[in-house]
């Protein structure tokens, strides 16, 4: 970049395309919620059949195109604020260096170099120092033999001159650096020109956001810093603090952060985890559909099997080595695009059966993969549930545990007097893989205590309005350890808890787990093996559960057999599950605890 571009130029213009571009950013995220919200909502409830079902997926693509256009406009608007940002911080470099030449009597070339006049005191033979002409210098040795050559001239404008021509070149360097690194990003934010937003698509926005964010770093860091590891009161308060334009920026370049704040609003991070889903989905879709076209040809072989016994003959078909390699790992990496798809699927599946919209709290595929999915806005629910799945869980399985809380949010709809609901499946935490090599280790439970508390306390400081919503903390098996373990440590936020299949929660009695006296319900079916591995497990050296009589739980009627069926429509222990949830919990009928000793002879 010249003197004369950078001179003509007017940084404010790119800030203005970038609120144009915001601009668009908005309307097609209204666009988006409308189709969501509204017109698709309506047409599940009101359109039945196969073609209706056609009609609404269509609807549901259009919406996913206008979630493309408002990611892909975000990044944009993002992208011309950070140049705007730096060709400002150059332009003020060029200003200031053209004042003070101009204050000292400098001539400032069409090059960029200096001209000073000649000044300065006479010499013993009555000549006056001479003028000269000298260039901007940038590398800071060059720079800096630079002035001392100017400090010891009798001429004390060749200093000035060369301070002047310095940060001319200063501010040139910056001007062409900005516009060589923004250039070629901005030219990959253009889409494609076809009317389908692929899954390569949606790869290629991940990698344009991870472009913007690296490069605009320094315009981002000129922005209120987020606090570090802030509390959720802390999050709430910073966000608050945001311009719109801020919050913008915010949710282009650092979805992945802004969506896992505690504190924030419900809209707010179901925002930014559902462009990581889209993102995080199109880059794992993308590398399994390259997969599929790697599909080993022919996938079966046939093999002449001999009965050993009889010596009859017969030709099978048998998967070659090369597709029983190639399937081991499709099946691997179609596991956590599974459970995106089902994530996926509950987004669009608002107003089906009455379903509310789905706000999607929490959201990675790292390792086996965090998700935190909520039916209904939990800010602004007059009774919320928080449910914490146990042993197994992963990304991969989500859909089960999602269905568990739809088939709650139904039951507790029914009884809630026309208050709200919000059911919130809490897959936050690295739980166990397995029962018996891995739920008797204690440190899953500890480890993911603190990030549930976080979350516990972000409901309460991201809610709308000043009424406080009726909390219920609901685990199963492994997850009641982890409930029990946030416990221990800390603060729940709840006002009940129930407690499902429970092998132990970490302490020995309800009083301990931070909920009004007579607030802690427990749940153990027939069948259930785990609560016994609980109280026998460990060589005998067991642990007091919340089935056994000096635990002091309410213990609920329970009328599913086995240890996952506490969930299953149509069941007793659901419709007690529903009243504990909206604050009912003296309708629930109980049992007498169970005697453990009973069947000891």
Request: hydrophobic share 35%; net charge negative.
């Amino acid at each position: 970049m010249d003197l004369a571009t950078l001179k003509a130029l007017k940084p404010a213009e790119y800030s203005e395309a970038a609120d144009g571009y915001r601009s668009t950013a908005k309307m097609a995220s209204a666009a988006k919620d409308d189709i969501e919200h509204r017109i698709a909502v309506a047409m599940r409830t009101q359109l039945k059949g196969k073609a209706a079902e056609e009609a609404v997926g269509q609807v549901a693509l259009v919406g996913q195109n206008f979630h493309y256009i408002q990611t892909q406009c975000g990044l944009i608007g993002t992208a011309l604020e950070a140049f705007s940002y730096e060709l400002e911080a150059a332009k003020r470099k060029l200003d200031t260096a053209l004042a003070h030449a101009r204050t000292a009597g400098l001539t400032v070339n069409p090059d960029g170099s200096v001209t000073y006049p000649a000044g300065g005191e006479k010499s013993e033979d009555g000549k006056t120092p001479p003028g000269g002409t000298v260039n901007g210098l940038t590398d800071g040795t060059a720079s800096a033999v630079g002035r001392q050559a100017a400090n010891f001239d009798p001429n004390p404008k060749h200093r000035l001159a060369q301070d002047c021509a310095d940060l001319i070149a200063s501010a040139l360097k910056d001007a062409t650096e900005a516009d060589e690194k923004w250039a070629p990003k901005l030219r990959a934010l253009k889409a494609d020109d076809d009317l389908t937003v692929s899954a390569e698509d949606w790869a290629d926005t991940s990698s344009d956001t991870k472009g913007v964010s690296t490069a605009g770093e320094e315009y981002l860091n000129s922005l209120p810093r987020p606090p570090k590891d802030g509390s959720p009161e802390e999050n709430a308060t910073w966000w608050r603090g945001l311009s719109e334009e801020q919050r913008w920026s915010y949710l282009a370049a650092y979805a992945g952060t802004i969506g896992w704040m505690d504190g924030l609003p419900a809209d707010v991070r179901d925002e930014a985890n559902r462009t990581v889903l889209a993102e995080t989905h199109g880059a794992a879709q993308a590398e399994l559909n390259s997969l599929l076209a790697k599909e080993p040809k022919p996938a079966y072989t046939e093999r002449e099997i001999i009965n050993a016994q009889t010596g009859e003959r017969w030709t099978a078909k048998v998967p070659t080595e090369e597709w029983r390699a190639w399937n081991e790992q499709y099946q691997e990496m179609k596991k956590p695009v599974d459970g995106m798809n089902a994530i996926q699927s509950r987004i669009e599946a608002a107003g089906k059966n009455g379903l509310p919209e789905a706000y999607l709290l929490g959201f990675s595929a790292e390792n086996d993969g965090r998700a935190i999915v909520a039916n209904g806005n939990p800010g602004t629910a007059d009774h919320t549930a928080v449910y914490v799945p146990g042993t197994e869980s992963d990304l991969a399985g989500i859909a089960g545990d999602m269905d568990r809380m739809e088939n709650l949010w139904r039951k507790a709809n029914d009884e809630a007097d026309g208050g709200s609901v919000s059911t919130i499946t809490w897959l936050g935490y690295d739980a166990p893989d397995a029962v018996a090599k891995d739920a008797p280790f204690e440190h899953y439970a500890y480890d993911g205590a603190p990030a549930f508390r976080n979350f516990m306390d972000g409901l309460e400081a991201s809610r709308v309005g000043d009424t406080p919503s009726h909390t219920t903390v609901i685990a199963h098996s492994y997850g009641t350890t982890l409930v029990g373990a946030a416990a221990e440590t800390g603060r729940l936020h709840a006002d009940d808890v129930i407690l499902a299949g429970s092998p132990g929660v970490k302490v020995s009695r309800a009083d301990e787990l931070d909920v009004p006296a007579g607030h802690v319900w427990n749940a153990e079916a027939d069948g259930d093996v785990v609560p016994d591995i609980g109280r026998w497990g460990h060589g005998g050296d067991g642990f007091v559960i919340p089935s056994d009589p000096g635990f002091g739980a309410n213990q609920m009627t329970v009328d599913s057999e086995g240890h996952s069926d506490y969930w299953k429509q149509d069941k007793q222990i659901l419709e007690n599950q529903a009243l504990v949830v909206v604050g009912k919990g003296d309708d629930v009928p109980l049992n007498p605890p169970p005697n453990p000793w009973a069947h000891v002879k």
